[in-house]
């Protein structure tokens, strides 16, 4: 069975960074893509980007490159997704999601719940 | 920016059949594959359409889903509805050979 979990909620403060994590278990992790979708109170999903952990060929939306990274590391079949500098409008809940037999996110994690306080 | 856009809510009756469509603004959304997936309040997104017209396992066959060059539209139709239908529904696509994104979801009510 192929399950994502996800790291806890964090309460951080505008500034501050983050580092959040995606625990891939029940296929192999190097061999499907890996996203990130955030899901802002009262609002619909949005696409971040999303990475390949065999080769870290990483693709992100014109709307989230350079505010966020995405990484993988394989020896811990672990991807992550990091804010250097956050800001209250990055309060939201983010989903990490796998790829499996097609090209769509098979797999999702339970969500990590982000809180930035201004 | 290529966007998919949704109706913001559909309401049926329980039984009854519901067709939510996904316009694409520019290009053919027929270059691409569709996908559809469904959020209930609390609970991650799962998907209940996959590359335009394909169910996952355990997704019941009241769940269809078809593209529509001339109208560069994408539908996901349910029948038999049940209260346990009602959800949020989005759909996904590329809009580049890079980037995806989902349109901005149809909240669907079953009364």
Not at chain 1, 32 to 45: A, D, S
Not at chain 2, 48 to 55: C, F, G, L, S
Request: aromatic content about 10%; proline content about 4%; overall charge negative.
């Amino acid at each position: 069975e192929v399950q994502l979990v996800q790291s806890g909620a964090e309460v951080k403060k505008a500034g501050e960074s983050l580092k959040i994590s995606c625990r891939v278990s029940g296929h192999l992790f190097t061999s499907y893509w890996i996203g990130w979708v955030r899901h802002m109170p009262g609002e619909g999903l949005e696409w971040m980007g999303i990475i390949y952990p065999g080769d870290s060929d990483t693709r992100y939306s014109p709307s989230f490159r350079g505010q966020v990274t995405i990484s993988a590391d394989k020896s811990i079949n672990t991807a992550h997704l990091q804010w250097s500098s956050l800001k209250a409008s990055d309060t939201a809940i983010y989903y990490c999601a796998s790829y499996g037999s097609g090209s769509h996110f098979e797999y999702w994690g339970q969500g990590t719940l982000v809180t930035v306080s201004s | 920016n290529f966007m998919l856009t949704q109706p913001h809510s559909v309401s049926e009756s329980p039984g009854k059949t519901v067709t939510i469509s996904c316009t694409g603004s520019s290009g053919s959304i027929a270059s691409n594959y569709v996908h559809w997936y469904q959020q209930r309040p609390g609970s991650a997104p799962a998907t209940v359409i996959y590359e335009n017209n394909q169910r996952p396992s355990g997704v019941p066959d009241r769940f269809s889903g078809s593209v529509d060059s001339s109208s560069n539209s994408a539908s996901l139709t349910i029948s038999g509805l049940s209260t346990e239908d009602e959800a949020d529904y989005y759909c996904q696509s590329f809009d580049s050979s890079s980037s995806q994104v989902f349109g901005g979801g149809t909240k669907l009510t079953v009364l």
